[in-house]
């Protein structure tokens, strides 16, 4: 996969946050500087680095958005951002008239002729009557490459071995070119963008006119494309950009970045040196398996499957009020049973993995919470409130109202003493939402994830 390092990162920074029970400023800062670390690592220019974390940080303390948890209005934010970051839209390739030029431009070694045969192979396939046109005239075996590539690809390449001026080869083939719907034209690169190469570009730009006019540029030079991209555009009528080498550099994020923020809108990739290595380039989708969103959307799901954040804190701050009643503890039993084992959350809590916990409260047994929900059902809103007030006398008519054993009815009483216990017992430990929070590393154990 292109950009494995990047990716590999950054799909880790949305895990954390797709685990985390909450969001609060300290998430949002953590994954701020890894985002920033991921991108500087990939070869993303600073200024644009910052920039970007910016809007990540400003817009993740808005409002969550109807209908999305916090969490998944942040990983929306990173998604959104970083799309935006790399060109917003896919380019829609629009063959208005034919043949429809695209001429390819760019320094040498960029991959301009290997390009040629990937762009012919890409319309090919899409039905299109395509020919390569050779007007390299300075590179010695240029001539023989192009032609070997159309043979491979399997589309005619027009071309005058022996004349040296690229706007008379042009000019030879022009009854030719009315045979196909797109013509695909390689043109000499420079080591550098000198005056010579502008004006040769700028003449066979001239003369040819062509509907796309692509700078080949080799994604490898991490962000000082930035520079070559905005040479070329302002020298010679860019209008767009194809990254080739995208499979070979760990600096391909620092490429794209650069290229997009000088308006020259990057239009396909190479990812390797077959002719089918060519992907248009798509920013939504491109960004989507950067962060491996499919992933991350099934780990939201499962998240909140489990307990959602406002129970978690709504639970939280009545414990820490001491309101607490029977519906509460059931709620937490609920809850604590998604999470996994009692025993293993309660060693997570400083100072608990010492205190003795009575064996029954930290195995919630299979079958026994379906048993309080029935004995619950059958209880007044005074009992449910305060247990406590609950007589031997009540617990048979309770039992006998929900089809239980009155030792069931025991059982549960008992568990809400001695629930209440152990939260006034972790009252004196310190932020509620903290614990709640450290229990969500235990959790992908009973979450499968
Ligand atoms: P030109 O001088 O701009 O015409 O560049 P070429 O098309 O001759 O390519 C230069 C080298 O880059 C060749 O060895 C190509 O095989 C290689 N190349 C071009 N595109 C890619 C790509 O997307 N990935 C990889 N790995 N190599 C590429
Ligand atoms: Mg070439």
């Not at 001026?165 to 695909?184: S, V």
């Not at 302002?234 to 997009?260: E, N, P, Y």
């Not at 607490?324 to 959350?345: C, H, R, T």
Request: charged share 30%.
């Amino acid at each position: 996969m292109v950009l494995e390092k990047l990716s590999e990162s950054l799909k880790n920074t949305l895990q954390k946050i797709a685990k985390s029970m909450f969001v609060d400023e300290k998430l949002i800062n953590e994954l701020i500087k890894d985002i920033q670390r991921a991108l500087l690592q990939a070869d993303v220019n600073v200024k644009l680095v910052f920039d970007l974390t910016k809007k990540i940080k400003d817009r993740a303390k808005e409002e969550a958005p109807k209908g999305l948890t916090k969490k998944e209005q942040l990983i929306n934010i990173v998604y959104g951002e970083l799309t935006d970051f790399l060109g917003k839209e896919a380019y829609k390739m629009d063959i208005k008239e034919k043949p429809f030029k695209i001429m390819l431009v760019g320094l040498f070694g960029s991959g301009k002729t290997t390009t040629t045969g990937k762009l012919a192979r890409f319309f090919l396939k899409r039905g299109y009557r395509v020919a390569l046109v050779g007007l390299d005239i300075h590179r010695p075996a240029a001539m023989e490459q192009i032609e070997q590539i159309a043979k491979q690809v399997g589309v005619p390449c027009l071309l005058n071995k022996k004349e040296k001026d690229p706007l008379k080869i042009w000019d030879e083939f022009k009854e030719e070119y009315k045979k196909y719907d797109i013509l695909i034209i390689d043109t000499a690169g420079r080591d550098a963008l000198s005056r010579d190469l502008i004006e040769e570009i700028e003449n066979v730009y001239n003369l040819i006119k062509p509907n796309e006019n692509l700078l080949v540029i080799s994604a490898d030079i991490g962000q000082t494309a930035q520079k070559q991209a905005e040479q070329f555009h302002k020298s010679c009528h860019i209008t767009g950009v194809i990254a080739t080498k995208m499979d070979g550099t760990a600096k391909a994020g620092g490429a794209l970045s650069a290229c997009a923020v000088t308006g020259a809108p990057i239009k396909f990739i190479g990812v390797g040196e077959k002719t089918e290595d060519l992907e248009l380039f798509n920013p939504p989708g491109f960004v989507s398996r950067l962060l491996g969103m499919g992933d991350i959307e099934a780990l939201l799901e499962k998240a909140k499957e489990a307990i959602t954040e406002e129970e978690a804190e709504d639970l939280g701050k009545k414990l820490l009020k001491g309101e607490f009643n029977l519906i509460d503890l059931y709620e937490q039993m609920v809850a604590m049973k998604k999470m996994g084992p009692l025993s293993n959350i309660m060693e997570m809590i400083p100072g608990f993995s010492q205190v003795k916990m009575p064996k029954e409260l930290l195995q919630v047994q299979e079958g026994k919470l379906e048993k309080w929900k029935h004995a619950m059902d059958s209880m007044t809103k005074e009992e449910l409130e305060d247990p406590e007030v609950i007589t031997t006398g009540r617990i048979d008519r309770i039992a006998k109202g929900a089809g239980i054993s009155p030792k069931d009815v025991r059982e549960l009483v008992k568990q809400y003493s001695v629930g209440k216990k152990m939260m006034k017992m972790m009252k004196g430990k310190g932020d509620i939402n903290k614990l709640m929070k450290k229990f969500q590393g235990k959790m992908p154990k009973g979450f499968g994830m």
